[in-house]
């Protein structure tokens, strides 16, 4: 793994997720605010093709 990630509060009040990426002697930076980032989630064609539950999912509720 060499991707984290660190969530700020803008001095406006704003929740600023911060993801970093260092790989082969490169490194990214992507910030966008909580908000923006659950827009850009919920949109239906990210999950095109990818199952509602999962094995692992299944196997996890009948953990609990």
């Not at 999950?47 to 196997?59: A, K, N, Q, R």
Request: charged residues 20%; aromatic residues 10%.
């Amino acid at each position: 793994m060499h991707g984290n990630f660190n969530i700020e509060a803008t001095s406006r009040g704003e929740i600023l997720v911060i993801f970093t990426d260092t790989y082969n002697k490169r490194s990214d930076v992507i910030k966008v605010t909580l908000n923006k980032l659950k827009v850009f989630l919920c949109q239906p064609s990210l999950y095109v093709g990818i199952p509602s539950e999962t094995d692992v999912m299944l196997f996890q509720r009948q953990d609990i």
